[in-house]
């Protein structure tokens, strides 16, 4: 199955039992990234959802935070976790790109300081208040719905069984999960940006310069970054993510010019969309590496009539050693190279080949 549970979404559903097994989150795992510069890192919610990191930037003047986590309960254990370190409010907010596991937990920051300006590429708004509410429907009205039926039907006969089978307790688990974070995403009070720009802004909070970038499009229309000059510390978003970085929809040769850009900055810690903070740039340039091959390799296979799919056979094993690179071999890391970096970012080679990439969401590729 081509997507993933990153970007399905969830509806309410009349009559959903409350889960038998009760979800005790953990606490947001706290990574210090400089000084007064906090990356947090949420659980996934079982097999159904994942969270974006959120990266907290204190200062004598006030606190930024960067992507907001994709559901209240996600913001509010990450808002906890800044009380702890700080009373300053909370004045900024920059999200970084439309995908809902790093916005949808906002309302809570607002709620909070309702003041709070919250930042994005003017694209990335125009994106959140429609067109990404829209391509997240089928997963809002049959896919995760449809797949807590099936959930709800395996523990009722697990239960029923005698004797029950040995994973049921990891079925009421999973159950559980799926039930939380369905009513997660539909409590979710959609907090839009107040404040939007088109290249660069730059915020000076307290003795701290933070510089908001858009280099060009990439993985979405408005993918914002942050650089921290004085302390070079990069922010990226889902511009790059550790290990694996997710192609669908992106903007082949804009996202490579932007990688490109990023590699020419004075960063020491690097913090992606998901996953741990780097400490050089090992990735960012294995992950260049790879759309380097996949641009030239792509155009000369759909010059020699390959379609997509042919092309990624042919092309897979002149990346062996940069997949090994990123992935380490790991099996499961490997499919997801394979499917989310090399598959889709290739789909959309060829769409950038047949003519000017609109600022639409793009459908996932067929099978």
Known sequence: MRRTSRLVGVVSIVGLTAAPWQVDRPAPARIDIADGIYLFRTASYGE?????????IVSNDGVLVFDTNGTPSAASAVLAEIRKITSQPVRYIVNSHWHWDHWYGTQVY????PDVRIIAHEKTR?????????FNRP???????AYIKSLQDRVTAGAAANPPPANLARLRQGLAD???FLQQKTSVVHTFPNLTYSSALTLYLGDREIQVRHHDRAVTPGDTFLYLPKERVLVTGD?????ISFALSCYPSGWLRTLEFLDTLDAATIVPGHGDPLRDKALLKATIAVFRELLSRGKDARARGLDPDQAREEIMPALSG?????????PARNDAFRIQLVDWYLHRVYDELNGTLSDAIAPIPPK
């Open 48 to 56: 159904v959802g994942l969270d974006g990191n959120s990266v907290v």
């Open 110 to 113: 607002r709620q909070a300081s």
């Open 126 to 134: 125009q994106l959140m208040m429609g067109p990404a509410l829209e």
């Open 139 to 145: 997963g809002l009205e049959q896919q995760l719905p």
């Open 178 to 180: 799926a039930e939380f």
């Open 239 to 243: 511009l790059l993510v550790n290990p």
């Open 322 to 330: 940069l997949m090994a690179a990123i992935t380490g071999n790991d």
